[in-house]
């Protein structure tokens, strides 16, 4: 795999090349990158990987226990959840999963909480649970 910053692009031929060289860019070229036979390019207009979104977020491996049941977004948070979870260990990548805490400020949040922890459920993530504020 051939990123390239700023410069010109080599004077060679690639089979597949994917502009931007996010956490998306790099996921996507990563594919095609195993097989031997094709060459393959991430373009980025900046000077290393990872120096757009990517390098800034809260850092927190989304469930989707809040996506709508059975919808491509539920789908496709809990198969990224579980697939990035996977590549982290294989290649070293230490995750502390420190998990999340979604605060309801008044009656109305406190009233629909019930209902988020029955979604989790349905969108197959069983860690989800309701605590007090003593214990938040
Ligand atoms: C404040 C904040 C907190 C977040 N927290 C989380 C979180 O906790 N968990 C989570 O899962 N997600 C989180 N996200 C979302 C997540 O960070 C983004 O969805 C993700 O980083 C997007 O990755 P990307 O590769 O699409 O974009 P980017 O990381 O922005 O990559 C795009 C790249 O393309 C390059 N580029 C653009 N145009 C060109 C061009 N014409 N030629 C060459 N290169 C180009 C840019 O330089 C950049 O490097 C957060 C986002 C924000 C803003």
Redesign the pocket.
Known sequence: MTVTANGPMPSRSYDVAV????????AIAREPARHPSLRVAI????DDV?????????????TGFDAVPGSLEARLVREGARRLTAYAAESGIPVEPVGALLVAWDEEQVAALPHLAEQAVRNEYADARLIEPPEL
């Open positions: 502009v931007g060289a996010g956490v998306v860019g790099c373009v980025e207009a900046q990872g120096q757009g979104t990517s390098k800034a977020n809260t850092a927190i491996l989304h």
